[in-house]
């Protein structure tokens, strides 16, 4: 694959937590089960597809590529943020199999060139970053680039989870219990800045799928496990945090009931194969 090219300097909101992120996010409870399900899902998606070349978009601190790459695959990583992309950079250098770009999934995807992939894929809601308008356009966008038969897995936040509007009502602070549910844009804090987020369900993503695109599966992301905000929470309750975790790898085994769960979850992935 070459050699990176040098990314383009911009201001983004996670640049000022890239260093931090696996600390905040990647190396918590919550962070640790939630990815567990999603690779799970790959290593499962990987083999019988004989998936090789894989574009993740949103890559944040490279978790996902260094382990696409162990599974044997070719990986672009790309994100928006020049300082993630940097980290992404150090964790899983530069080689025949690893490149890492900037990509401004708001503008275009010209930086690809003309490559083709077997599957495209990005995960914690970092598609939620962009309007629902513009990831309307992304797909449309992103057809030249993945295989006929290939597939997009998207892991995004939807309009519902039941363990965040449960603890928020909870706390009366039904503002914050409300907020996936509201139409527009909903900001967020990420380090000093603000970004606004945009909760997608599953019946709107397929709404949204370009012609010749199919929703295959659906998956609970964080049924059992709460929202990463609540990770100091389960910290301080060791045997609770275990036995959901164990719930959470258990659901994800079962397709029926994780496909329902989904609808409820802190996120829901999304394997889209492109049939024609």
């Known amino acids: 694959m070459g050699e990176s090219p040098t990314p383009v300097a911009t201001s983004d909101p996670f640049d000022a937590i890239a260093e931090d992120y696996d600390r905040s996010f990647s190396d918590t409870r919550v962070g640790r089960s939630q990815r567990a399900v999603v690779h799970d899902h ?28 162990e599974q ?39 930086p690809l060139g003309g490559e083709s992939f077997d599957l495209v894929f990005s995960n914690f809601g970092g598609l939620n970053c962009v309007s ?20 997009l897995v998207l892991v995004l936040m939807g309009r519902f989870c039941l363990l965040e509007t449960l603890y928020f009502a909870l706390e009366g602070d039904w503002r914050r219990a409300l907020r996936r549910r509201r139409q527009g844009p909903v900001e967020a804090a990420v380090g000093d800045a603000d970004l606004s987020i945009w909760y997608l369900s599953p019946g709107e993503l397929r709404r949204r799928l370009p012609a010749g ?31 959901l975790a164990a719930g959470e790898r258990l659901l994800s085994r079962v397709g029926p009931l994780s496909a329902l769960v989904a609808h409820g979850a802190d996120h829901y992935l999304a394997e889209v194969s492109r049939t024609r």
Do not use: K
């Open 132 to 151: 629902p308008q513009r990831l309307e356009e992304l797909l449309d966008e992103l057809v030249p680039h993945l295989d006929l038969g290939g597939s």
């Open 72 to 110: 044997g695959c070719d990986v672009v990583a790309t994100d928006r943020s020049r300082a993630m992309v940097e980290v992404t950079s150090r964790r899983i250098g530069a080689s025949d199999s690893a490149r890492c770009l900037q990509l401004d999934l708001e503008e275009n995807l010209e």
């Open 213 to 243: 695109w199919r929703l295959r599966r659906l998956r609970a992301v964080g049924g059992f496990m709460p929202p990463s905000f609540l990770d100091p929470w389960l910290t301080r309750h060791t045997r609770l945090g275990r036995l």
């Open 42 to 69: 790959l290593v499962r998606l990987l083999g019988p597809r004989g998936v090789r070349r894989v574009l993740e978009l949103n890559c944040g601190t490279g978790v996902d590529a260094e382990f696409l790459l």
